[in-house]
């Protein structure tokens, strides 16, 4: 069982050409250091590093040993990476955590009892709303059959679909063994020896993850003892993946849809269990650019979602086979005026076409850069996408339609997270800054002030959010972890007064004074602080940069170095925290145990291990 | 001259304003148009700011912190259009018709070149003056021979290619004169803004022969062929541009005093005469406020920064740097603060702020830092990340506009293992060409996401130094990501390689047509900078020695553009396809008819320029007179007043300053500069970076020990 995975099939000094002293690594490591800085204190008790698990990398395909150049000036332009990312699933249908949050008391909360989302809808459009109660959206996550399915309306679409699932308990699996596969994309495939055994010992309860570092994916049991161990790893031949995600709709003992997407703009439905896999977007054909994020689409087994890196957002079906993309309908962008642009959704497919015997099923061109991440909210009807351009849009996917549109403070927005109840997203970005947003209110609620370089990852998490307070965690290239807790209390208040009690008569009387100025000098400057006080009109989808002057700041609870390296992802886990960098550590964090708990409030419920059966 | 000059063009047959510039353009020596080249293949007319205009920077061994720095300023456009329209001359026309500028120059430069030996003064107009003194020089005509064996895709062979093609620019006149002020470094500097801007070619090389001699003359830790520190050398070319603009209006306004020429025209000329122009684009100003901790006061002291320096933190951002700059820091133990309140030495809290925004943001990071283990600098190889777009945090409560967004447009980057030896280059956006490498002589487009190679970090030997980051507005960011956007578009349309697309949406900017050769990445297996050949120039300072002494590469290339300027001379614009043209290579056919449109194009264009400049020449001439007329009356007063400094280009007079320049009785420029500058006699501007770094002062430091030259940047270290 402890057998180490056949040797590597070149000599382990190196590639012809490999810079010497670079030492090969094959195998996963893993470490346990202890002592203060491996812990995590925070007001609910003290986060304790578990285990240090550090991935190996893989060294370059013999055939594609890079020309080592070494004039630091050479533009050559390398082709996109991504530090290591996790994509987690845990087979046991798990009570979402979200359930937490999911209460009948919404109502009494402070906050307007028709839930955001269902607001807009009902203004705009009734078809889909109808299933939507006064607590619809809250309930929704769920409930999946009140949620419409994206493409339900469609015909075309509907008579793949049915075809595809004709038996739920049977799901279909993709054509190729990746094993036995010749392709040339795929370098080498490595199942662990015992790797039926190891499934079987599975505890159902414990996570399955899939991580990509350099051109390797690998699956690793985060629950078993030899955790190091991964369950199969792939090689890739020079394609990096740069993202992944796991189906949660079609997750089982025997059957787990993945979706990774590639440096090369490949994509890869890959099912672990029976080594099977497919490969869409083959060279390309579709759309010919990196794929930076992708995602399941909630509740569909087929559909899945794909950023590009030249700002497309393209919607796959898994089942289905490629075909050249020809843009279908695309409104003349000439005659727009700049604001109607940006106000719109470029549909370069929709999903209501006819055509839909091959992939894509929808096309849509977001923004003109690279798109860093999206995700979908807790409804199933939007989604939220930041751009490196600094953009952060918030779609209804459902009816293809730019809802809003905001900027960071500058730079690029690097990632994005709905909270558990779709109230707020969180956006990470270049600014150093995690910026909370409110749909409801359609502002921004609050930056983050504490990170000390660009914001990588960016989640909530769920166990400690409630309907008033909501701990957010991210992290960055600064190698820190920090942790929010942002309640929604302190909305109510004046912004610039309460937070910044300091500067709040300098502000006004500043913003006083800016206006002044700006309409008297003729010199160039930003007028981005002259539109602010319009953010709360309904119809406007473009919202300009709030002033620091006038937006509250919130301070970290927590600000901790976890890593060497600069962090790439993060995840709260019922007992943990799980962080991951560029050079493929992935820490995982022990909450608090119970007893311990300095939180009164009650929140610390899911500290339960009863399920946790973490070794 | 003119008249010659546009003889000399119309000869050249097919050639046109151009004359000199198409010339060599590689044909001999480059099988393939550089990447820049094929930028610029089809470029329209030239634009009289010099925005269009891309000149590599000769290396006299180890100047590259010069050429670096210079390269970055250049391309600060607010900049460039003050050291152009400085002392005022020309302002008029200047403003109304960009294009009439370069004529202006030309002028200029005959002007003294005639009043000059032929031999050593080729003016800026270099490739048609040089052509009958230069080709003399060079003998060896290895023009064609000279591939170099090395790989092609070196920088080392690039740059020699670049400096073969030509024209190069021999920098070693000067135009104080014209300019109504006394030589030095601002009008050194000047005279190669002026000589790119008037250069009929859209690439080229400068030899800065004369403002490194002046540089030299006048800083003697300069004065060693050592490798320098771009950010001192910064420092103090933007402080002595201030002083001899300061200077130079003070003399004026004591000289001219109630002259009513200058009382008229000076003001009426935007604001040229203003002085404050360095101050107004670089200069911010930070507040240090400082509280007592006994009595609670809190005192108030402003200081003017012209760039900021900031500690630098292993993964950390430019942003958080500066918050850290701006951090409270306690002022105890020795370090006590005198507080006027309570009287005496107390424990106070200090932090800085910034309270006036600059237009341009100058930001040094401190990668070279004194380690007290070792006696010495060591380099900082953190990883620091900078956005493309910057706001400020520590700004203070009453700062105007303290959202102001700022992008980045030039980095200088430091390549090499410590602050001793290396390299600089610079990468710097420019105007409508996106992003252009400039490594000395060779100038290189470069994908946009290049300019994030230098973040630092473990292995990079190449961090980025010195980040220009300047004023713009939101519109203006949308709009350029909009560009991108449809310039990416374009490319992936036309071009469906799958990995040049994946960078696509940040690619440069490359005119529709010749997609992706923006990038074409040329692998350059060349390790680091080396310029060795450069190096026998190091104690030149005088360009008209230059050639004899530089053996082949650099004169060759010069001569071969001289006998063939007449047949050539055709492809100014098109700058070079021409050539490349001819070695008929089956895909280039296409281009190649294309190209003759374009060059039909070309022609008629640059007929009609020509005429345009002929009309405006005349126009200038009358103007002349009318400002000699005027001129020499001032002169006579200001001759009266003071004899020593000619004044009598008045900086309001149109045109007149070339001409003056050349005729004016100008003594002999009055030299009221210091012979070498120390930047402690400027602690208007140094103390400003104190908080950061008190480095600044360090620069003036020892020239005389070129290993510490004043490097230091802890507030300890003043070699002085």
């Known amino acids: ?615 | 001259m003119s008249s010659f000059f546009g003889r000399l063009k119309s000869g050249a047959a097919p050639a046109s304003p151009a004359t000199g510039h198409p010339v060599a353009k590689k044909d001999p020596n480059a099988p393939e148009p550089t990447p820049l080249e094929k930028l610029l293949a089809n470029a329209g007319p030239l634009r009289g700011d010099g925005s269009d205009k891309f000149f590599g920077f000769e290396n006299f061994g180890s100047t590259c912190y010069c050429n670096s720095v210079v390269q970055c300023l250049y391309y600060s456009v607010p900049f460039r259009e003050q050291v152009i329209n400085f002392p005022a001359r020309s302002a008029p026309e200047t403003l109304e018709r960009p294009q009439s500028l370069p004529r202006i120059n030309t002028n200029l430069q005959n002007g003294p070149q005639s009043a000059l030996s032929p031999t050593g003064r080729n003016s800026l107009s270099s490739p048609t003056v040089r052509t009958p003194g230069k080709p003399a020089t060079t003998p060896g005509a290895p023009g064609q021979p000279p591939k170099p064996e090395d790989n092609k895709d070196s920088p080392e062979y690039k740059k020699k290619q670049a400096l073969a093609a030509g024209p190069v620019l021999t920098m070693d006149y000067e135009n104080s004169k014209s300019y109504g002020m006394s030589e030095s470094l601002f009008t050194s500097l000047k005279d190669i803004f002026e000589a790119v801007i008037a250069n009929r070619s859209r690439m080229g090389v400068v030899s800065p022969h004369k403002f490194l001699e002046i540089l030299r003359r006048d800083n003697e830790m300069f004065r060693t062929p050592m490798h320098q520190d771009a950010h001192e050398f910064l420092n103090l070319l933007l402080n002595e541009v201030v002083e001899n603009v300061e200077t130079f209006s003070k003399s004026r306004i004591t000289e001219v005093g109630g002259t009513e020429q200058n009382g008229v025209v000076a003001p009426a000329t935007n604001n040229n005469t203003n002085t404050g122009w360095v101050h107004e684009l670089f200069e911010g100003t930070l507040t240090s406020e400082t509280r007592c901790l006994t009595c609670e006061n809190t005192s108030q002291r402003d200081e003017a920064f012209l760039d900021l320096s900031v500690d630098l933190e292993q993964h950390s951002s430019v942003t958080s740097c500066l918050r850290k700059f701006s951090e409270e820091e306690m002022l105890c133990e020795r370090n006590k603060f005198h507080c006027d309140n309570c009287g005496g030495l107390q424990e106070a809290e200090k932090r800085m702020k910034i309270k006036r925004l600059p237009k341009i943001l100058a930001l040094h990071l401190k990668r070279f830092k004194y380690t007290e283990d070792l006696q010495r600098l060591q380099k900082l190889f953190h990883r620091v990340v900078y956005p493309y777009y910057l706001r400020l945090f520590n700004t203070t409560d009453d700062a105007e506009d303290p959202d102001r967004l700022y992008e980045l447009y030039a980095v200088v980057v430091h390549i090499g293992g410590g602050p001793y030896h290396g390299h600089y280059v610079s990468i710097i956006k420019t105007q409508d060409r996106g992003w252009l490498l400039f490594d000395d002589e060779m100038v290189e487009p470069v994908d946009k996401a290049y300019v994030r190679n230098f973040f630092g970090g473990e292995n990079a030997l190449a961090c980025a130094y010195v980040l220009f980051y300047q004023e713009t507005t939101e519109e203006a960011m949308m709009k350029e990501q909009e560009a991108d956007a449809r310039e990416a578009a374009a490319k992936q349309a036309s071009e469906l390689n799958p990995e040049a697309v994946a960078v696509g949406a940040t690619t440069p900017k490359t005119n529709g047509a010749m997609n992706g050769v923006g990038h074409a990445h040329h692998l350059s297996t060349a390790q680091t900078p080396t310029i060795e050949e450069e190096d026998q120039f190091a104690s030149l300072n005088h360009a008209a020695t230059a050639p004899a002494l530089n053996p082949n590469e650099h004169a060759h290339p010069v001569e071969h553009v001289s006998t063939n300027i007449p047949v050539l001379g055709a492809k100014k614009s098109n700058a070079g396809l021409g050539l490349f043209g001819k070695k008929n290579k089956a895909e280039e056919k296409e281009r190649k008819a294309a190209e003759k449109e374009l060059e039909a194009q070309a022609k008629q264009k640059r007929k009609e320029m020509e005429q345009q400049r002929r009309n405006n020449y005349k126009r200038q001439e009358e103007e002349l007179q009318a400002a000699l007329a005027a001129s020499k009356e001032t002169a006579a007063e200001e001759n009266k007043k003071r004899g020593t400094e000619d004044t009598s280009a008045a900086p309001g007079t149109p045109r007149d300053a070339n001409g003056v320049g050349s005729l004016s009785k100008a003594s002999g420029l009055s030299r009221f500069r210091h012979s070498s500058m120390s930047l402690k006699g400027k602690p208007k501007f140094w103390g400003s970076k104190d908080k950061g770094d008190g480095n600044g002062d360090e620069a003036a430091g020892n020239g005389e020990d070129p290993k510490g030259h004043g490097l230091g940047r802890k507030k300890s270290v003043f070699k002085f």
């Open chain 1, 1 to 615: 069982m402890f057998v180490l995975p056949p040797p590597p099939r070149y000599p382990v000094g190196g590639y012809p050409g490999a810079p010497p002293g670079q030492l090969i690594e094959t195998n996963n490591s893993i470490s346990h250091p202890t002592g203060p800085e491996y812990q995590l204190v925070v007001g609910e008790g003290t986060y304790v590093l578990r285990d240090d698990l550090h991935l190996a990398t893989p060294p370059p395909h013999p055939s594609e040993a890079p020309v080592h150049n070494p004039n630091p000036l050479a533009t050559t332009v390398s082709p996109p990476t991504q530090g290591t990312k996790l994509s987690l699933v845990a087979l046991a249908p798990r009570q979402p955590s979200s359930t937490l949050l999911q209460r009948l008391d919404t109502k009494n909360s402070t906050w307007s009892q028709v839930p955001p989302i269902a607001e807009h809808e009902s203004n705009s459009h009734t078809s889909d709303t109808d299933s939507q109660g006064v607590n619809g959206f809250v309930s929704a996550p769920l409930d999946g059959l009140r949620t419409p399915v994206f493409g339900a309306d469609n015909a075309a679409l509907n008579v793949v679909n049915s075809k595809a699932s004709k038996d739920p308990s049977k799901r279909n699996k993709p054509k190729n063994n990746i094993v036995k596969s010749n392709s040339s994309f795929v370098s080498r495939v490595i199942p662990h020896e015992a790797l039926t055994k190891r499934l079987q010992e599975h505890n159902v309860n414990g996570l399955y993850a899939f991580a990509n570092i350099n051109r390797a994916l690998q699956w690793l049991d985060l629950t078993s003892p030899t955790k190091e161990e991964h369950l199969t790893k792939i090689l890739f031949t020079k394609a990096h993946a740069l993202c992944h995600d796991i189906n949660q709709v079609t997750r089982g003992p025997n059957h787990l849809d993945i979706v990774m997407g590639f440096s090369t703009g490949d994509i890869i439905w890959y099912e672990p269990m029976s080594q099977k896999y497919s490969r869409l977007n083959k060279n390309g054909i579709i759309n010919p650019t990196a794929v930076s994020d992708i995602r399941w689409i909630p509740n569909s087994e087929n559909l899945f979602m794909a950023s590009h890196m030249d700002g497309s957002l393209v919607v796959y079906d898994k089942e289905k086979e490629d075909a050249a993309f020809v843009p279908e309908d695309q409104t003349p962008d000439e005659g727009m005026s700049d604001m109607e642009r940006k106000t719109r959704l470029t549909v370069k497919k929709s999903v209501q076409s006819k055509n839909q015997k091959a992939n894509p099923v929808s096309y849509w061109q977001i923004s003109s850069s690279k798109i860093n991440a999206f995700e979908f909210s807790p409804d199933r009807r939007h989604f939220a996408v930041v751009s490196e351009d600094g953009s952060f849009r918030i779609i209804d996917f459902l009816k293809e339609k730019l809802l809003h549109h905001y900027m960071s403070y500058y730079g690029g927005m690097m990632c994005v997270c709905w909270s558990p109840d779709g109230r707020y997203i969180v956006t990470g970005g270049q600014d150093d800054l995690v910026s909370i947003w409110s749909l409801e209110d359609r502002i921004l609620v609050a930056r983050c002030q504490g990170h000390n370089s660009w914001v990588t990852g960016v989640q909530f998490d769920p166990w400690r959010c409630d309907e008033r307070s909501y701990r957010i965690g991210s992290v960055g290239e600064d190698t820190r972890l920090l942790l929010w807790d942002f309640s929604v209390g302190m909305l109510h208040r004046p912004r610039a007064a309460s937070l910044r009690p300091r500067n709040s008569m300098a502000s006004t009387n500043l913003n006083m004074q800016r206006t002044r100025t700006e309409s008297s000098a003729g010199r160039m400057r930003s007028n981005s602080n002259l539109t602010s006080g319009s953010a709360l009109d309904d119809d406007e989808v473009v919202h300009p940069v709030e002033p620091r002057a006038r937006t509250a700041i919130l301070p970290p609870v927590l600000t901790k170095a976890v890593d060497e390296h600069p962090l790439t992802w993060l995840a709260f886990e019922e007992d943990c925290i799980i962080t991951s960098c560029k050079n493929g550590h992935i820490r995982t964090w022990d909450r608090p145990k119970e007893g311990s708990s300095t939180d009164d409030s009650g929140r610390t419920r899911s500290q339960t291990s009863s399920n946790a059966g973490i070794s």
